[in-house]
């Protein structure tokens, strides 16, 4: 079965330069969402997409933005890149489902790309 | 704002030991899921509950749902090596249907 890919899987900045990370759901997934992961930490929300609008916001700097395309790919930028960002990025989908008076989304995560700022 | 604490942080248990992790929420819960994330890996989604008072098993996995929808549990019987890994649990808010993650419980397994 298919899974969320995520391209680069490893990337390597300087500080102040910038990032794009890539993300490709699942097919037919609904939702994009964009994590940030340090080492031994939970993976922190940043951001999500429903049908390629932003759906909710979480602890996602000024300095990145992101977007969902209309071939469902999205796309993280980072900008002004600090140390601090060093971390794992991962990519996840869902398919909202209503069945039974509940709703299921459980997350697909991708790999993940390991970003390293020097 | 709105927490889900989970503990402990860490666990080490013998191979064979039992292995239990829990999540409390300050506000009731939509649902909560339950993922895992091996070493060098992604979170792999395991189980959803949505029933106060849900208990589902997975093998050596039990899941629980508390009455009031504001704790969740996972126990493992009697670990094996493949179990090593660290087990998140993510509730969604009744409330803004946001999703919250605990800080996860890394499971060792000692040598």
């Known amino acids: 079965a298919a899974g969320v890919i995520q391209s680069p899987r490893h990337l390597i900045k300087e500080k102040r330069e910038t990032a794009t990370l890539k993300c490709y759901p699942i097919?037919?997934?609904?939702?994009v969402y964009w994590y940030q992961q340090g080492p031994g930490q939970d993976p922190q929300f940043l951001i999500s997409?429903?049908?390629?609008?932003?759906?909710d916001k979480g602890s996602i700097p000024d300095r990145f933005s992101a977007q969902q395309f209309s071939d469902y790919h999205s796309e993280l930028n980072m900008s002004s890149l600090e140390l601090g960002d060093s971390a794992l990025y991962f990519c996840?989908?869902?398919?909202?489902?209503?069945?039974?008076?509940?709703?299921?989304?459980?997350?697909?995560f991708g790999p993940g790309t390991r970003l390293t700022v020097t | 704002g709105q927490q889900v604490m989970q503990i402990p942080q860490y666990q080490h248990v013998q191979e064979g030991e039992d292995f239990t992790t829990y999540c409390n929420s300050s506000?009731?819960?939509?649902?909560i899921q339950w993922y895992k994330q091996r070493p060098g890996g992604h979170p792999v989604f395991l189980i959803q509950?949505?029933?106060s008072g849900e208990v589902k098993k997975q093998k050596r996995l039990t899941f629980q749902f508390g009455e009031a929808k504001k704790n969740s549990s996972l126990h493992i019987t009697a670990t094996q090596t493949t179990d090593v890994g660290t087990y998140f649990c993510?509730?969604?808010?009744?409330?803004?249907?946001?999703?919250?993650w605990g800080a996860g419980t890394k499971l060792i397994i000692k040598p």
């Open positions: 996840a989908s869902s398919l909202t489902l209503h069945l039974n008076g509940t709703t299921r989304y459980e997350q697909y």
């Open positions: 097919p037919r997934h609904d939702t």
């Open positions: 997409f429903y049908e390629k609008m932003q759906s």
């Open positions: 506000t009731t819960l939509s649902n």
């Open positions: 509950l949505v029933k």
């Open positions: 993510a509730g969604l808010m009744d409330s803004n249907y946001q999703l919250i």
